[in-house]
């Protein structure tokens, strides 16, 4: 069981250019969440998945896009890239439904916008 | 809407010490409480949770954590440290409800160091 996977672990980027960040799991887990986490800011909801097809915003979702095709995979779209959004992004998964699931992490993608 | 206070950012700490991270919260409905641990250049960890029951909760790694309905805080203690508990530590919320979408809402961190 490999867990929760991002691919890349770094990036740079100049601002403007697009990139696609990818997660992976392979828990079969129905929820899919991208964070973003800054310091002195703790992690923040970019964008949430409760299953494949289906996608929804979260705290802070301007800038980016995300696409749920298959249950196993959950990808983050930056179109047009801005220093802003310099940070550290988090991919998490966790069962469904009503009861308390734990929310796996993966490791991490360290993006820099020049 | 939630919010969480984590009101000391870093908290070097000598080993073998007992260390107290502090957490509270804010919300106008009934929640349920975490704590997170980050090890340098890793994704976070659940350490442990608080959902029902009682209030004093004991996680991974010799945590445990207090929840105080009263206080609205959610403190994560450990009697003696160790250098591998060096890290950040996360609390977060989640507002209690039937649907199976809501969010957790995350602290600032607190980054513990222990010192030799």
């Known amino acids: 069981n490999a867990g929760v996977t991002q691919t890349p672990k770094f990036r740079v980027l100049k601002t403007g250019q697009s990139m696609t960040l990818l997660c992976a799991q392979d828990?079969?887990?129905?929820?899919m969440y991208w964070y973003r986490q800054d310091p002195g800011m703790g992690l923040r909801l970019i964008h949430y998945s409760v299953g494949e097809g289906t996608t929804a915003k979260g705290e802070v979702p301007d800038g980016y896009n995300v696409s749920r095709l298959k249950k196993q995979n959950f990808l983050l779209g930056l179109e047009s890239a801005a220093p802003s959004q310099t940070s550290v992004y988090f991919c998490?998964?966790?069962?469904?439904?009503?009861?308390?699931?734990?929310?796996?992490f993966g490791p991490g993608t360290r993006l820099t916008v020049t | 809407a939630q919010s969480v206070t984590q009101l000391d950012s870093q908290v070097p700490v000598f080993e073998e010490a007992p260390v107290e991270l502090r957490c509270n919260y804010s919300s106008s409905v009934s929640v349920y409480l975490f704590w997170y641990v980050q090890y340098p250049n890793q994704g976070l960890q659940l350490l442990l949770k608080?959902?029902?029951?009682?209030?004093l909760v004991k996680g991974i790694n010799g945590f445990e954590a207090e929840f105080n309905k009263s206080q609205t805080s959610f403190h994560l203690r450990k009697p003696s440290v160790h250098i591998s508990d060096t890290a950040e530590y996360f609390c977060?919320?989640?507002?209690?409800?039937?649907?199976?979408?809501?969010?957790?809402?995350f602290g600032t961190g607190t980054r513990l160091t222990i010192i030799p």
């Open positions: 977060a919320v989640r507002r209690i409800s039937n649907f199976g979408n809501e969010k957790l809402t």
């Open positions: 998490a998964s966790s069962y469904g439904g009503p009861s308390i699931y734990e929310q796996y």
């Open positions: 828990m079969n887990h129905e929820y």
């Open positions: 608080y959902l029902s029951g009682s209030t």
